[in-house]
């Protein structure tokens, strides 16, 4: 397994390469956070397998494997956990050497009894082989994006278009 670098926050307005989405969705704000926190969470993106490695209740230092296409394998490990509404993580080892360092947020803000807005960020600094991959990584969030807007039947006015890397 490849070692990536730990980020905190900042990372996500200062990695070169940043992905990000949201969405307002006609569900609780509950209802969101715990398909985020089920057992085999983000079921509906094609080809990923979430699995957590670490015992319940989950909070900062909780962490997950992330298995894409049954090739790329990545650990992730929770650095911020807001219970109900946030959780953020880096990838501390993946078993391709993909990026020296790789982190997402998760965030479910209330905005009424049956709505809510979930926003998601992801950042990276790819190494050689990594920015090789643009293609398919740009691939698969928009096509995870996608699929987390059917999953969550979110309301058309919240789809921003075909998710763009974000400008660096």
């Given at each position: 397994?490849?070692?990536?670098?730990?980020?905190?926050?900042?990372?996500?307005?200062?990695?070169?390469?940043?992905?990000?989405?949201?969405?307002?969705?006609?569900?609780?704000?509950?209802?969101?956070?715990?398909?985020?926190?089920?057992?085999?969470?983000?079921?509906?993106?094609?080809?990923?397998?979430?699995?957590?490695?670490?015992?319940?209740?989950?909070?900062?230092?909780?962490?997950?494997?992330?298995?894409?296409?049954?090739?790329?394998?990545?650990?992730?490990?929770?650095?911020?956990?807001?219970?109900?509404?946030?959780?953020?993580?880096?990838?501390?080892?993946?078993n391709l050497p993909l990026y020296r360092s790789f982190a997402e947020?998760?965030?479910?803000?209330?905005?009424?009894?049956?709505?809510?807005?979930?926003?998601?960020?992801?950042?990276?600094?790819?190494?050689?082989?990594?920015?090789?991959?643009?293609?398919?990584?740009?691939?698969?969030?928009?096509?995870?994006?996608?699929?987390?807007?059917?999953?969550?039947d979110a309301l058309p006015a919240a789809?921003?278009?075909?998710?763009?890397?974000?400008?660096?």
């Open positions: 397994m490849a070692t990536l670098k730990p980020v905190d926050e900042r990372f996500f307005s200062t990695a070169p390469l940043r992905y990000s989405h949201t969405w307002t969705i006609p569900k609780p704000a509950e209802e969101v956070w715990a398909d985020l926190v089920a057992d085999r969470p983000l079921q509906c993106i094609p080809r990923l397998t979430l699995r957590w490695t670490s015992p319940r209740p989950l909070s900062v230092g909780a962490t997950r494997r992330a298995t894409f296409m049954g090739i790329l394998k990545l650990d992730e490990n929770f650095f911020i956990w807001d219970e109900g509404r946030r959780y953020t993580f880096y990838i501390p080892k993946s947020d998760y965030r479910v803000e209330p905005l009424g009894a049956d709505r809510c807005q979930f926003s998601f960020r992801a950042a990276g600094d790819p190494t050689f082989v990594g920015r090789l991959g643009g293609p398919i990584l740009g691939r698969f969030f928009r096509d995870a994006f996608d699929a987390i807007g059917r999953h969550f789809q921003h278009g075909a998710p763009q890397p974000d400008e660096t």
